[in-house]
């Protein structure tokens, strides 16, 4: 019996030790490594001496309310003991390019428009100078050693090449209140391509509020630069009102030229009654309405069509629209946002929004300005069976979008004897590279025309002449073409061939006086 328990505790002894040494071997294998990529950079403090004998101070105190002005030759020379691989600055208004000197190089910034901007310096560096090419201001300023930049710095990608969701706000914060779980959810939770958009814009009056805007997207997860119309803020009460405070077709044009930049799968906005009743809430989210109903059609505000070509938005939400509703789950754990809600998440976003904190706003999912709640208004891809903005998504991405290439325009048709000619413009795009015109004959066979696009300018100069035409009527359809075979929407117009009959029934005309 002695010896069977002796025999018992070896063999658990054994099993144990067994466990342990794989325990440590995989420590030894697999822990290093995961550390070194979870290391965070630290924040240095070096020594940084301004040409201009400015405040150093009034750049380092992490408060958007100071800062330190420079003029165009000043210079910021910054050394440090320790190695220093990462610059952020916090600029006053957006800057205009400028030089970082180290280690043998000068590199130009600032060429992103970037108000927070972050300059990594994989090398590390013991001492640059940065060296400002016009008059800016700096809030903040920080440098760190090597590693992962801290959470709160704001690596900022450039906008999104082609949105999955595109977020038109009013006002920083409305993103936040009225749409927040739009952007903690699908920007934050499942790292797509999210896009915000705003209509007004503060560097003209409260420049906090433009520090305060990218502050709460980060923290809403979001990592792709907000873009912003030129719109002042302005207050009122009603659509009428704000109408008249702002040119609504220019609205229209910034809403319809974002969403043909950005090329969105979904487009999410505002409520159609502005909330709580703010009249430029109502005037933004009609213009998007609006917007999504003709932004694939190339003769509405045709200069961004030229720019970025048409789009056809999938799916088109408002905020508490009130048909065909969806109503987010904002209550789950998310696990990429440090296992937060959406609604926990969008709280904190909303305080970094510090100047506002003085109204009586706040982030909820249930109270009448919920901002979980939705309604899908414009779908191409059925409606929704469940609460998911994306439904319909992939299969519309399995079926293959539809690129549109750039039309002729301002076509006319000039008659001749067996021939017309056809005059227009290539004016939305270059992309074109074949036009193909087709018609039929007046024994209904069947023509066409196949040629060559070759585009120089913004706008080109289209002429073609069709002879050998019986005498008749003619429509002509014309439709570009693109490397990849994408076409254009058909242009159409008419004309006549004039020939034997036309000229058999013409009538010498008298003169009713003569000059001399």
């Not at 006053?92 to 927070?116: Q, R, S, V």
């Not at 700096?138 to 760190?144: A, K, L, P, R, T």
């Not at 999912?365 to 309604?375: I, M, P, T, V």
């Not at 490397?483 to 929407?489: D, F, H, M």
Request: aromatic share 12%; proline share 3%; charged share 20%.
């Amino acid at each position: 019996y002695e010896s069977m328990t002796y025999t018992k505790s070896k063999s658990i002894f054994l099993k144990l030790a067994a466990l342990v040494f794989i325990a440590l071997f995989c420590i030894m294998v697999f822990s290093s490594p995961v550390r070194a990529e979870e290391t965070s950079a630290a924040e240095l403090t070096p020594d940084i001496t301004l040409s201009n004998q400015g405040s150093v101070s009034r750049m380092t105190d992490g408060s958007y309310n100071t800062k330190t002005s420079f003029s165009a030759g000043d210079t910021i020379h910054v050394t440090s003991s320790e190695k220093m691989y990462s610059l952020y600055i916090k600029w006053d208004l957006i800057p205009d390019e400028w030089t970082l000197t180290y280690n043998g190089k000068t590199e130009t910034f600032g060429t992103n428009g970037f108000l927070h901007e972050y300059i990594d310096i994989p090398e590390g560096t013991s001492e640059m100078t940065i060296t400002f090419a016009s008059g800016e201001a700096i809030c903040d300023m920080h440098v760190y050693s090597q590693g992962q930049a801290p959470a709160d710095v704001q690596t900022w990608k450039t906008p999104c090449d082609k949105a999955d969701i595109l977020v038109f706000a009013t006002h920083a914060d409305d993103e936040i209140l009225f749409l927040g779980g739009v952007l903690a959810t699908y920007g934050g939770e499942q790292n797509l391509a999210v896009q915000v958009a705003y209509m007004c814009e503060f560097s003209s009056s409260a420049k906090i509020r433009e520090h305060e805007k990218l502050d709460g997207l980060w923290e809403s997860g979001i990592k792709h630069y907000p873009v912003c119309g030129d719109f002042p803020d302005l207050y009122s009460q009603t659509l009428e009102a704000a109408k008249k405070q702002y040119v609504y077709d220019d609205v229209k044009s910034y809403a319809t030229s974002c969403i043909r930049r950005f090329k969105p799968f979904v487009v999410v906005t505002q409520d159609l009654n502005g909330e709580y009743g703010h009249g430029g809430h109502m005037l933004f989210s009609h213009a998007v309405a609006e917007s999504v109903e003709t932004s694939n059609d190339s003769s509405v505000f045709p200069e961004s069509a030229s720019n970025y070509g048409t789009w056809d938005v999938p799916k088109t939400y408002l905020h508490l629209y009130t048909e065909n509703k969806i109503t987010m789950n904002l209550r789950l754990p998310l696990s990429r946002m440090g296992n937060r809600t959406s609604i926990e998440v969008q709280t904190a976003a909303y305080k970094k929004h510090v100047s506002q904190q003085w109204c009586w706003f706040y982030v909820s999912d249930d109270y009448e300005y919920s901002c979980a709640d939705f309604g899908l208004y414009r779908t191409t891809v059925g409606n929704d069976t469940g609460n998911d903005m994306l439904e319909n998504i992939q299969p519309y991405l399995n079926e293959g979008e539809t690129i549109y290439v750039g039309k002729v325009d301002s076509l006319t048709a000039s008659s001749g004897r067996n021939r017309i000619l056809l005059k227009g413009l290539y004016i939305y795009g270059v992309t074109q590279k074949k036009c193909v015109i087709r018609w039929q004959s007046q024994g209904e066979e069947d023509k066409s025309l196949e040629l060559d696009v070759v585009r120089e300018n913004t706008i080109d100069p289209f002429e073609v002449m069709i002879n050998d035409l019986e005498e008749g009527q003619y429509e002509f359809s014309i439709t570009t073409y693109d490397a990849k075979g994408n076409s254009s929407i058909e242009s159409v117009i008419e004309g006549y061939a004039y020939g034997d009959f036309y000229e058999g029934n013409l009538v010498n005309r008298k003169m009713d006086r003569l000059y001399t």
